[in-house]
């Protein structure tokens, strides 16, 4: 983003924020706009966002350290060598910094690999309610999930089978599935002629994805030139995978949703650790754009959506070839799918819905702790006023 836009590391913090949250990339403002919407005060935090977080350090005056420290090691083990190697320990002091300034009711913390529990448990005299967020993957050794239950008051978990696997190790969770914002439509602005015929955008690096490959490579060499794969990385797809020769590059945000509206259809294929359970963003992005969704069968997919109505289902690839190259060919039918599925994410998957169910999960916990006025201390006002008894609520995301 700053490599693409030369001079936005010299805008205000304010001004960088939102311009991140223009591209569209990730969740981007989704979660603390609607809260605002909501009559909550929310703010976001791109945790590990340096040139962003550095800015606002120095706008509040807060000293930061160097990201980065000397090491002394033996080059070919005899030559004395400097070098530099990270160090990570800005982000960490300009978020407590951030924590103490904005003193929330309720953190959210949507990227639970990213910061330690210790340093969030160090940090909870400032915050009276820490939720965290995102696939369990993140959390596998048992002294992990100790320090969780320890510090965090609940987890949000996209699927019921999250839901159980948090609970499973102790840990309380509720269900507040993913989703699609509605105004991303008028930013991106929809295109009527269709270039992709089928499109995937999504990760295909790492051992969680080998079922994503297999399915791929399976589609790429039955489609054809009608296949469109963008991925981050083809670190783990073999030199003489199909897959090369559909590869188009990586997509962000607002290209992302552009090829999304480009699309006859959009492929959507699960990572290994979700096992049964229909989960993942792409569900409502490719709806939410009015595109043919074509995505792996999970034992609750049905009560997201009307499979066969508003989202094809495959069982095995090739299904997934035979169903993908009929609704090719039969348009018709495709695009009534397609206009019933964003109709359908329209009216009960959109981050309005979601604000207002972690609103929800907010205030079940705020209530277990205080009374039903909530107080809060913020700028501008003194511990102990209220906000129309509304919490304030603080996210932290991955840049």
């Known amino acids: 983003m700053y490599e693409q836009n030369p001079g936005l590391e010299k805008l205000t913090y304010q001004e960088q924020l939102q311009f991140r949250a223009n591209c569209l990339v990730g969740t981007a403002d989704f979660y603390s706009a609607n809260l605002r919407e909501l009559g909550h005060e929310a703010e976001d935090i791109c945790v590990n966002n340096e040139v962003l977080q550095r800015t606002w350090a120095r706008e509040h005056g807060v000293a ?6 000397w090491n002394l090691r033996l080059r070919r083990g005899l030559v004395p060598w400097l070098s530099r190697v990270p160090n990570k320990s800005w982000m960490y002091e300009i978020l407590a910094a951030q924590i103490r300034h904005f003193k929330p009711d309720v953190l959210v913390n949507l990227m639970t690999s990213l910061i330690p529990a210790k340093f969030l448990g160090e940090m909870k005299p400032h915050f009276r309610v820490l939720i965290g967020g995102g696939s369990p993957v993140a959390i596998l050794r048992e002294q992990e999930f100790i320090a969780h239950r320890q510090v965090y008051d609940v987890m949000i978990a996209a699927s019921e089978g999250m839901v159980d696997y948090f609970r499973a190790h102790g840990m309380k969770a509720e269900l507040l599935r993913n989703a699609f914002e509605p105004r991303v439509l008028s930013q991106v602005n929809p295109t009527q002629s269709e270039r992709f015929a089928v499109n995937f ?14 399915l791929l490579e399976t589609l790429c060499s039955k489609m054809g030139k009608d296949m469109h794969v ?21 997509a962000w945000g607002t290209q992302f949703y552009r090829i999304l509206s480009a699309s006859r259809i959009a492929l959507n294929c699960h990572a290994d650790i979700d096992s049964e359970y229909a989960e993942n963003f792409r569900l409502f992005q490719a709806t ?25 289902a495959y069982k095995n690839a090739d299904e997934c070839a035979e169903l993908v190259r009929y609704y090719l060919d039969h348009e018709a039918e495709r695009s009534a799918i397609a206009r019933a599925g964003q109709m359908r994410t329209l009216r009960d998957y959109t981050f309005r819905h979601r ?8 205030e079940k916990y705020l209530k277990n702790r205080t009374s039903k006025t909530i107080t809060v201390s913020v700028r501008g006002r003194t511990k102990g006023e209220t906000c129309n008894g509304r919490p304030e609520i603080h996210s932290t995301e991955m840049a």
């Open 64 to 69: 930061v350290g160097r990201s980065w420290d």
């Open 355 to 362: 604000a207002q169910g972690l609103v929800e999960i907010a």
């Open 201 to 214: 955008t999504g990760q295909l690096s790492g051992g969680i994805y080998s079922g994503r490959r297999r």
């Open 288 to 312: 939410g754009m009015s595109v043919c969704l074509v995505t792996d069968w999970r034992a609750n997919l049905p009560k997201i959506f009307e499979v066969g109505k508003e989202v094809i």
């Open 230 to 250: 963008w991925a981050t990385r083809l670190d783990d797809v073999a030199v003489d995978s199909p897959i090369r020769a559909c590869y188009e590059g990586h």
